[in-house]
């Protein structure tokens, strides 16, 4: 990102680490977009942390003794410690009250200090995005959709807490199997179209990843070869919510759960199965 043609114009007097093209900035993320001139930015992506309640000094005590608060210390696994994730399902009605807060604001600061089209690409999860996403459109961006980016946690699927003999058969939570990221444009002027904006601005619009392509979100080589088998064998009415189209390959979680309910009869679905999971 650059400001009026010159990196150096985004540093201020903030401690800066310069590597290749790219500058690492250690400032307030309020403070420093606050400074930045009006429509100078082309674009933000960015996976924040959410800043709020698990950030408070009580809670960080609770995630250093290892004794939880709204911090989850998940168990070793294989031999590895994995670090603590904090549980927005923990959040009341006062503490979602202060993520909208704290996201109109920065929404704002965005809004700001992107050019006209400018893209934002925030990365959220299932139990947040929709207070995330009203947020941002109240703090006067754009939602253009969003990106699934597939994933394979240990979060989620468990039984009820502290019943898991009196209910087995049971999850308080799906099973987390991909995350969200939140696709948003700074609004263009009134009557400018894209082309006009790219012109002018160079913002707008997505780069396409050929020619031929659009901007899509594309599944792993392994999802992609169990796919094709499925949009070559027509009996396999496998898709659900998903678009069979050759260049449009949504890999989401309808076509895992849909995959499921056929594995078990069928030891090829069973093998492209566990391809796509890989």
């Known amino acids: 990102m650059r400001a009026n043609g010159s990196s150096s114009a985004l540093t201020f007097d903030y401690d800066c680490e310069r590597i290749g093209r790219s500058c690492l900035i250690h ?8 400074r930045l001139p009006e429509d100078s930015i082309h674009a933000v992506v960015t996976d924040p942390p959410y800043g709020v309640k698990e950030y408070d000094l009580d809670q960080l005590r609770k995630r ?4 939880g608060g709204i ?8 031999g590895h ?3 603590p994730l904090p549980r927005f399902t923990a959040l009341d009605a006062s503490e979602r ?7 109109v604001e920065w929404a704002r600061l965005v809004t700001h200090a992107l050019r006209p089209g400018g893209h934002v690409f925030i990365a959220t999860n299932a139990f947040i995005a929709q207070l995330l996403y009203d947020a941002i459109v109240d703090g006067g961006l754009e939602f253009r959709g969003q990106l699934i ?7 989620g699927g468990d039984r009820p807490k502290n019943a898991e003999t009196e209910f087995p058969g049971v999850s308080s939570m799906p099973k987390g199997c991909y995350e969200p990221w939140g696709i948003f444009r700074k609004p263009m002027p009134p009557k400018m179209t894209v082309s006009e904006c790219l012109r002018h601005w160079q913002t707008g619009g997505l ?4 020619e031929d392509f659009e901007f899509f979100c594309e599944p792993s080589p392994a999802s992609r070869t169990g796919l094709a088998w499925l949009r070559t064998n027509p009996k396999r009415k496998l898709w659900g919510a998903c678009d069979p189209s050759p260049t449009r390959w949504w890999a989401v979680p309808t076509l895992l759960c849909s995959l499921r309910r056929h594995a078990a009869k069928n030891p090829r679905i069973r093998f492209i199965l566990r391809r796509i999971l890989e």
Request: proline share 5%; hydrophobic share 40%; charged share 35%.
């Open 64 to 67: 250093e003794a290892g004794s």
């Open 207 to 210: 780069r396409r990843t050929a």
């Open 149 to 155: 980016r597939l994933v394979r946690t240990l979060r």
């Open 71 to 78: 911090w989850r210390i998940p168990p070793s696994f294989d």
């Open 27 to 34: 400032a307030d993320c309020f403070e420093w977009l606050g």
């Open 97 to 103: 009250e202060r993520v909208r807060r704290f996201f």
């Open 81 to 83: 410690t994995r670090a």
